[in-house]
């Protein structure tokens, strides 16, 4: 068996694995929906919860995912399968393979209209005296078609194709080793701008300022536990591949927490560009999935310079979703390659035209298609496909991976996967209860609320 691993590829160094699972981590849950969502609830109670499940919550359960794939050095499936031979428990893998199928499906789609955005800024579509009218005119132009959302999906779809193909070290770490530090550059350059607007000191307030009375709300904590989930890329064995490219000796524990908070840096500082910029400009926080594709767009144009600003906005977007794409295309890919011997080129150019092809009408759910719009009252296609893989896919998921490692494979085993070269996790103890008490009951928490439909994330 542990031949396999020489056929396998493998993360050059720590920095490498830190960049492409953060590249996975920061993504459109990033700057897309973390900072709608906090609007949504109330900003500063949500972004407390958030804080305490990402440390309380998220870490445990990545750790729990990094160790099942660092010990089996398999696939999400496989490793289920290498550590507990012979039982039903490569379901839950056989669920995170689906979850990637169904995620990536509806992700590109989102991903496709920042090339679309980054065009428009190009072309100077946005201008300083532009309404929210013209601005929501825009939007629904571009996402209500039917040839344009298509051409940029397939357009998303080829590009995370061809990094992923490149394999673990050269396609996966070479691009995430270029991109997010352009990323982190553009990211940098963007908050110093918000930051100086005028008036941003409102955005902060809204941010940062925490309405008690809301902490206690279970829909806001809902919320926050199923985002803190889906920013971490948990819950579908994508931390379980991409702990299997990850050498024996690395020190697990603070590559974990690296990633993590990361993460949860980039959302912070995504809520310190948008609503200080928007709150400058005076608009509204709590606006849903238009707050990046609506709102701001209004608001770079009304900057200095904003054009150019705006390009590099809809760019830092598309390399933080592709570096999340290239993420979940190869979940699946490391299932076709292990576990049915397929070519790393035949799995990924096939399993990219099924995702496709899934895509279609999920790109078609904004206008493009009167049924994939309205079905469901009014969820739409794409609302559905979120709704079971995004929502009860990664839930359960995770549900079934904190059980799996804190009953089946055992605590005493992940700890000493995780300690491997001797780095050994600090309050291991404390971590154990995590996994096999607050992770499920929390998690089973929110699946609640989802099938409640009160989970709004
Ligand atoms: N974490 C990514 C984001 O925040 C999304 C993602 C979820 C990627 C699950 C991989 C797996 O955008």
Redo the contacts with the bound molecule.
Sequence with gaps: MSTQATSRGQWSSRFGFILAAAG???????IWRFPYTAGENGGGAFVLLYLAFVVLIGIPVQLSELSMGRRTQRNAVGAFRELAPGSGWSVVGGLGVASGFG?LSF?AVIAGWTLGYIYFAVAGRFSAAMSPDASGAIFTGLVGGVVGPIVLLAAFMVLTALVVQGGVQGGIERASKILMPIFFLLLVALAVRSLTLPGAGEGLKFLFHVDFSKLLNAEVAGSALGQAL????LG?G?MITYGSYLKKDENMPMAAVAVASSDTLIALLAGLILFPAIFSAGLEPAVGPGLVFVVMPQVLAAMPAGWIFAVLFYLLLAIAALT?TI??LEVIVAYFVDERGWSRPSAVWTVTLVCFLLGVPSALSFGGNGFFTNMLGGLGFLGLVDMIFGKYGLTIGALGICLFVGYRWGIKNALEEIGGGGHRLPAGAFWGFLVRFLCPVAVFCILVLVVMGRANF
């Design positions: 996975s981590a920061i993504g459109l849950g990033n995620i992700y889906f920013s971490l890329s579908m994508a999340s993420s979940l």
